[in-house]
Structure formats: C-alpha cells, structure tokens
C-alpha cells in the first residue's frame, strides 16, 4: 500500500512539474541575442525599468479571427502604461515633448509644455482609445488618490492598429486600463505583440512594443537613460539595422499594399501609414527645457533605422526625469539640480542609443500576426536578418 501510495505521489510530481515547464513563457527573443551590434552600455534588463522607480505595465486584447465585423473583431490591440516613480507615489516629475510629425495624438502635452511636469502615468494605445484610456486614467487616479489638481490632464499617445485590429469596434475598456496600471511592474518588460503595441506594423514587419536602456560611466555621471516605444512606422526599404539596409535585402510580404486606399498610385498613405511613440526616462537632475532637447534626441534613434518621418506619421516623443523630488512642493521656493549644458551630450548619445536598440528590440520579439479580413503581418525574420548582418560583416 505505501509502495503505491508513493508511486501515485512521484507521477503526481511529474504531472506538475510537467504541468509547470508548459506554462512557462518562451524567453523573449532580442536583438542582441541574433548578435546585432549596439553601441553603449545597458542596464540589468536592458529597459525603460532600468531607471530606478519607472514600472510598466500592459493590457493585451487578442480575440477572433475572419471577417472584420465592427464591435465583434477580430481583435488585436492593447494598453501600455509607464509609471515614472510607481503607483503609490504620485509626485510631478519633470518633463519636456517634442514632435516630429503631427499626425498623431499625445494629450496632455499643452500642461507638460506649460507648466514643465508630467503629473501622472504615459499611456498608449490604438488611435481610436485614447479617449477611454484618458477617462479611465482619471478614474483610477481619483481612486488612488493620485491627482496632481482637481482637474486631471493625462498623457495618453496612439499609434494606429486598424491594418489588423477592429480599431472602429472600441474594444479597449476601463477594466483594460485599470489592469495595465495594477499590473505595473519593474524589471522586464514584455517587447512585440503586447499592450498598446499588439496590433502594430514596423517597416513592413510585425511591430509593436520595445524597450532598451543606457548606464552612463562614472565619470559621465553614472545617469541611466530608458527608452519604450510603440512603433508603428516606416516602409520596409527603409529599415537599417546596424547600418545594414535590412528591408532591402527582405522583401516582399509588405503589408497594406493589396487594400484601397493604401494601393493608390502616388497615394501619401502607401508611403507611410504609422506612426511611433518614444517615451525616454532618466534619473539625470534635468529641466523642462533639457528634457525637451532630450526628447528631439529620440530624433537621431527612429532615423538610424530608417525612417523618414513621412507626412503619414504621427511621430511624437516625451521625456521625464525621475530626479529632484519634492520640486514642485508648496509653496517653496524649492531647490532643484541640474545637469550643467556642458555635460548633455552623453545623456543625448544614450538616448538615440536606447531609442535605435528599443524599435529593433519591439520587431525582434514580435511575432507574426493575422488580423482582420485575414491581413497578415510578418515577423522580421531572425535567420534572414543575421544573414544580411553577415553579408555586411556586422
């Protein structure tokens, strides 16, 4: 009796255990493990949540397949949210935004240029949720008793999902945006086919989220810069990767090319369709003003891999610093540091750094993806991009 007893317990173990390597997520491909060759030095996870405090967080909506029938599916969409110092302290940090192409969305931006803070998370989503993400970031602000005044300006950005997703069906909900904000965490941070990103298209390959990170030596300030995007842009011969023209040496299987009114001829939208979110982090002492030069620097990243920002693009970027708590403190006056102007510049050469690595990151480890009206999108091929890196000796 105790010999079974023990034989049922040991394939009880076994069950588990097998039970447990099956739930286990695959470890997220990236681009540094195909070998591509970044330059600077990263933090422990290589992410925005490098920079100590930021947490992330996501929602990813992915249900039906066929037809595009509007408010049923299919659905291929999502929430990201970035926390500058958690959920539980809700202090301004400062902040700068630039843009790069207006065809896009960031609100709250008026407050940040005005007044020099972020007061709460950055969002991003579809282009058709921003609404209900703003709604739903003020509800959970005033349940959390984490706005800055009575009348709530969030950062809610998009990007446009509508190639896969039933961007018209409204899917994304305030449970949705209430989940991505619970769910905000530090360390790694879950890159391609997840949150706002789960629907996107980058240089003709399946796009998404990324994330990359920069540590500055001692000597330069031992800051650290993180970067996240959700990119969404570009036309496949543009994409460079390590300087090697990698959508040239990959073609076909663009997407967008075979429905109107994208295949037009000489139609602006068959030029560039997407559009790309750069929210930079830094626990650098930096002001409102440094911090929008930081945010142009974002710049310089999103064109090392190819993009020309075409008129088709909303291509629009924020920077915060998570240093001189309290600045903001009543009635004050306060004391702040900052990074003198002559000591900028390497903060600026991790951001387009971080930038460059994080778009890359976000189409490494997204994966392909079918959506509405059977659209499929493919991932970039990892065997064909290291051979084009071998081809031009990176």
């Not at 990359?212 to 990119?231: D, E, P, W």
């Not at 945010?295 to 610093?321: H, K, V």
Request: glycine residues 12%; contains cysteine; hydrophobic residues 40%.
């Amino acid at each position: 009796m105790l010999t079974h007893v023990r034989v049922v317990f040991a394939l009880f173990l076994v069950a588990v255990m097998a039970s447990i390597a099956q739930s286990d997520p695959p470890k997220t491909i990236r681009a540094r493990d195909l070998g591509v060759p970044f330059d600077g030095s990263t933090g422990q996870f290589n992410a925005i949540t490098d920079v100590p405090g930021v947490q992330v967080g996501s929602t990813t909506l992915i249900r039906g397949d066929g037809p595009l029938k509007v408010g049923e599916g299919p659905i291929r969409t999502g929430v990201t949210v970035v926390l500058p110092r958690g959920p539980k302290n809700v202090e301004p940090v400062y902040a700068g935004w630039f843009s790069l192409n207006g065809n896009g969305e960031m609100t709250g931006t008026t407050w940040v240029e005005e007044s020099g803070f972020l007061e709460g998370p950055v969002a991003i989503t579809n282009t058709h949720s921003v609404g209900v993400v703003r709604d739903s970031m003020i509800a959970w602000g005033l349940q959390h008793g984490a706005l800055a005044q009575p009348w709530a300006l969030p950062v809610v950005a998009e990007t446009w999902d509508g190639y896969l997703n039933d961007l018209n069906g409204f899917h994304v909900k305030k449970d949705d945006v209430f989940a991505a904000l619970d769910s905000a965490k530090s360390g790694p941070v879950a890159e391609g086919n997840t949150g706002g990103g789960t629907g996107m298209v980058c240089y003709g390959f399946k796009g998404g989220t990324g994330t990359a990170s920069r540590v500055l030596s001692r000597a330069q300030g031992g800051y650290t810069v993180g970067v996240l995007v959700q990119c969404n842009c570009g036309r496949r011969p543009q994409l460079m990767i390590a300087g090697v023209p990698v959508g040239k040496e990959i073609p076909g299987n663009e997407p967008y090319a075979q429905i109107t009114p994208f295949a037009l001829p000489g139609s602006e939208l068959k030029g560039d369709v997407g559009s790309i979110i750069i929210v930079v982090a830094t626990d650098a002492p930096l002001l409102p003003h440094q911090l929008k030069r930081i945010a142009r620097r974002a710049s310089l990243g999103l064109a090392r891999t190819g993009s020309i920002s075409g008129n088709g693009s909303g291509d629009i970027f924020i920077a915060f610093s998570t240093a001189n708590p309290r600045a903001n403190d009543e009635p004050g006056p306060n004391t702040v540091k900052a990074v003198s102007n002559e000591r900028i510049s390497p903060l600026f050469e991790a951001t387009v750094e971080a930038t460059e690595e994080a778009i890359v990151n976000a189409m490494v480890g997204a994966k392909t993806m079918t959506g509405i009206d059977g659209h499929t999108v493919i991932a970039l091929p990892h065997d064909k991009l290291q051979q084009a890196l071998k081809k031009y000796n990176r």
